[in-house]
């Protein structure tokens, strides 16, 4: 792309540190634009972004038929709220539900991930009738304050505790711990099935399986947060589908919409007959250039076969990474990949030298890889050439 903008860096950088809260730590340049895997900034450079504009890119920056898809929906509608019905919302809703794990046959839609997991709590709650909710060590789930009640990670925590009590931690990955955990006022447990941010930590199999069989037995109301492995991250449409299990619940937000904010709750039959009108809502929840960017999103994941293409993807870096000396170990699953290394944000700052973005985690030696699903071999053989020479 020869196109360069007009406000050089420097200005752009001055202004928005000048008048935008200071709450993010910020590489230095402006993205200015998208095209499937690559990025351009404000000087024309392109990169490869292999840390999906933050896990958001599922189907790639700005894919064709998302952008075309909105901008129709632009033309013709740019609002209107649950009070009435819209075309648009129920072909996302049956897109979104003919993708889910059978028998959850229910979504509400809302803006972002801290709220689909408020709401997937306050339905935790108000179904089960107990107010305990179980919460792995380490994860991450939202900013909100009930969001923030359920992350484990403690620098997100420090300084704003007390956060909502009725939150047990245990570790993630230690069925006895959770089990052991268990009392007659727990109602839900919350988890990512992969913790991205605490470093891409994945459990075994057996660990997921009883999960569900305990959760089953005592009536708690099992809660994954797929804000990061859903809609084929990790080489299948759920992260379940792969061990032929389901949660109750399954929150969504992220990759939803293609680029346009959004967030999503799935919801199981047992539970979604028990609630009513007036019990939850969301003013922008279900809007229509959202929904038209679902539809869109979720038909573009189907017909492109990017689940297949994440698992194949995912599969082929983690083999050719086996070779790396400098590489000691490639965790997760899918396009969802942590990459122990000796320094990941040195090794972070060095790619973007190189014209690759990539993502770091809460833990020092991981690197993470969260590309868009569309990502092909030439374009990883350019991360591992890059690699080599580091
Ligand atoms: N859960 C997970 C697993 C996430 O990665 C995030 C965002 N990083 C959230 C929840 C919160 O999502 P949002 O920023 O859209 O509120």
Redesign the pocket.
Known sequence: MEETYHKPFEKIKKVEDTYQLNTYNKLPFSIEKGEGVYVYDSNGKKYLDLYGG??VALTGHCHPAVVKAVKEQVDKLLFYSNVVYSSVRADASEALINAAPSGMGKVFFCN????A?ETAMKIGRRYTGRKKIIAMKNG????TIG?LSATGLGSYRKQFSPVIEDFVFVEFGNIGEFERSLTEDTGTVIL?PVQ??AGVEIAGDPYYLKLREICSKRGVVLVF?E??TGLGRTGSWFFGDRLGIAPDIITL??GLGGGIPV?GVIINDRISETIGPGEHGSTFGGGPVAMAAVKANLEVIKEEGLVQNAREAGRYIMRELGNFKNVKNVKGKGLLLGIEIEDAAGLRDYLLGRGIITGTSSKKNVLRLLPPLILKHDEIDIFLSALKDY
């Not at 991450?140 to 900013?143: C, V």
């Open positions: 933050h896990a972002s991930g801290s709220e997991n991450f789930h939202g900013r969001s990512e991205s941010m947060d804000i990061q937000a992220k967030g």
